[in-house]
């Protein structure tokens, strides 16, 4: 194990000279704001979020104004995003935020998981870059700076909890220094310590580096590969989506949703999965968006629940 001075100093030294001006990153961005910014980033780049954020925040600056709307705005406000149930999740959590705290996002670590959508990563994630504590943050461009500094490893393995247990082990005592160690791994791991290009020669770490040091070896790639978007079923859920969303009224006719899909079987069969995901509602051989809030069911999946959150989510690319 690397010395935590040997990490963290040069970590925090690096991010003060370098780290991107980014909205969640501003003095005085609301507990809210990081929030939704970390539904929005899940497997999503930074420059595709940045404005649905600006838009969403302007729209909805508080989780009681979102409460205040049916499900159905929050799924168009989405647009193309992609992953829309992070919609349908957002805004059950919103509802939740009202309801129980409030209408203040919580700080505790356990009541952000009692929320809807909200996994380990995500409640850390909260608690740390919204309220300063002091808690081990893990995303994917971390696990590749913990992997390759640490690990010796071209890429990480499968997430797992022993990912967190290295990264409290690097934190500084100071809640404010540990926060700023936490996000300078992500920023590190998103615009140096890349998976496909790595910037060896501009990084601070590039001394205590064990795969550096052992001579860049390929150590393999497991990571999960995304399906091909083109022509799958997720292109047709969107394109049905889109068609809901794009339309003034308040339903239309299944048959005239996206007539034109080459696919009759595909179009037909996403219909059926975005009914059960709750992101369409279906009566009398009508759909439309959600009117009203999805059954508890529907929204009790995470937006990622521990190692998956993690894997799932980039939150700096």
């Not at 998976?195 to 790639?221: F, I, K, M, V």
């Not at 590969?225 to 809901?244: I, P, T």
Request: glycine fraction near 8%; charged fraction near 25%.
């Amino acid at each position: 194990m690397v010395a935590v001075p040997d990490l963290a100093a040069p970590l925090v030294e690096w991010y003060g000279e370098t780290a991107r001006d980014l909205p969640w990153r501003r003095p005085g961005f609301s507990a809210w704001g990081t929030l939704v910014s970390e539904f929005m980033l899940q497997q999503t780049p930074v420059n595709r979020v940045i404005p649905h954020l600006q838009a969403w925040l302007e729209r909805w600056p508080t989780p009681a104004d979102l409460a205040a709307e049916p499900p159905a705005e929050a799924v168009r406000q989405w647009a193309n995003l992609g992953y829309p149930r992070r919609a349908l999740w957002l805004h059950r959590a919103a509802t939740e935020i009202r309801d129980r705290h409030g209408g203040v996002v919580p700080r505790d670590v356990d009541a952000l998981l009692g929320l809807s959508g909200i996994g380990d990563y995500t409640a850390r994630a909260v608690a740390v870059f919204a309220y300063g504590d002091r808690h081990p943050v893990v995303d994917t461009n971390t696990r590749r700076v913990l992997a390759r500094v640490i690990g010796g490893r071209a890429q990480p393995g499968p997430p797992s909890r022993r990912d967190l247990t290295v990264m409290a082990e690097l934190l500084p005592d100071d809640d404010a220094a540990a926060a700023r160690v936490n996000a300078a791994a992500m920023e590190l791991g998103a615009t140096v310590c890349t998976a496909r290009a790595p910037r060896c020669d501009a990084c601070p770490l590039r001394e205590s580096c064990a795969w550096r040091a052992a001579g860049y070896p390929d150590t393999g790639d497991i990571r999960r590969r995304q399906a091909r978007y083109e022509g799958s079923d997720r292109q047709a859920r969107g394109a049905v989506l889109k068609a809901l969303r794009d339309d003034t009224g308040a339903a239309i006719p299944a048959e005239l949703v996206v007539p034109d899909w080459p696919d009759a079987r595909q179009r037909d069969r996403a219909i059926d999965s975005l009914i059960a995901d709750g992101l369409v509602e279906a009566s009398e051989g009508l759909l439309r968006l959600p009117a009203h809030p999805a059954p508890e069911s529907t929204c009790s999946g995470r937006a990622g629940s521990g190692a998956s959150d993690a894997r799932r989510r980039s939150r700096r690319n």
